[in-house]
């Protein structure tokens, strides 16, 4: 299978940054496609991030601008750089990894949260 694990999070004042990473591990070389989502509290888990097998990256309206994916060397770990952070950028964030023939694999997440 496809170990995920997120790491980076914690707590920033707004217009501060912090760096997630997503890593991979497992029965997969690199990582062909992967989201990045988050999910506040009460809320539905919605969509922050992500690139296609094809190479297209995506991004949320609300983060255009602030957040960027980029990957390690190694194609096993994507992170996720998140500038000028805002109150409403608080949730866990979680990646979701496209394990080839595998699945998709989701980690635990790591909490982010921004004061205001």
């Known amino acids: 299978q496809v170990q995920v694990e997120e790491s980076g999070g914690g707590l920033v004042q707004a217009g501060g940054s912090l760096r997630l990473a997503c890593a991979a591990s497992?029965?997969?070389?690199?990582?062909?496609?992967m989201d990045w989502y988050r999910q506040a509290p009460g809320k539905q888990r919605e969509l922050v991030a992500g690139?296609?097998?094809?190479?297209?990256?995506k991004y949320a309206d609300s983060v255009k601008g602030r957040f960027t994916i980029s990957s390690d060397g190694d194609a096993m770990t994507v992170y996720l750089q998140m500038n000028d952070l805002k109150p409403e950028d608080t949730g866990v964030y979680y990646c979701?990894?496209?394990?080839?023939?595998?699945?998709?694999?989701w980690g635990q997440g790591t909490q982010v949260t921004v004061s205001s």
């Open positions: 690139f296609t097998r094809g190479g297209v990256i």
């Open positions: 979701n990894v496209d394990g080839d023939w595998l699945g998709w694999f």
């Open positions: 497992g029965r997969i070389r690199s990582i062909p496609a």
